[in-house]
């Protein structure tokens, strides 16, 4: 949420911070990840859940309205120009509604061309 906190030691720790509806949210969307990154290193970083795989690979957080998506590199938002449209929020960042059914495919799509996108940058398959 908004409000001013102290910075969380872990994902889990980020996680619970929210309401039920909300930790339900970023649960799936953790798994989401997890399962669409195998191998990806669960982080804090600037103060929200990280996952890094070859460089970091997307960020997630909630807040009481939305949840969001950051890393939508200028290739991610032309590879899902159409999907991300009603998402996109400045350069970075994809926002999610609360009140709308979140969109965990997309998110896996992302995650998986972000796995590409980061393992041809460093020149490596994984880790």
Known sequence: ???KRTIPKSVDAYIAEFPPDVR???TKIRMTIRHA???AKETISYGIPSLMLN???IYFAGFKAHVSI???TTTV???F???L???LNGKGTAKFPLDQPIPYTLIEQIVKFRVKENSAETGRTNN
Request: aromatic share 8%; proline share 12%; net charge positive.
């Open 1 to 3: 949420m908004n409000k």
């Open 24 to 26: 339900r949210i970023l």
């Open 70 to 72: 950051y890393s939508m």
């Open 55 to 57: 460089g970091p690979l």
């Open 81 to 83: 120009k159409t999907a």
């Open 77 to 79: 938002r032309k590879q």
């Open 85 to 87: 449209s009603p998402y």
């Open 37 to 39: 990154a195998p191998g």
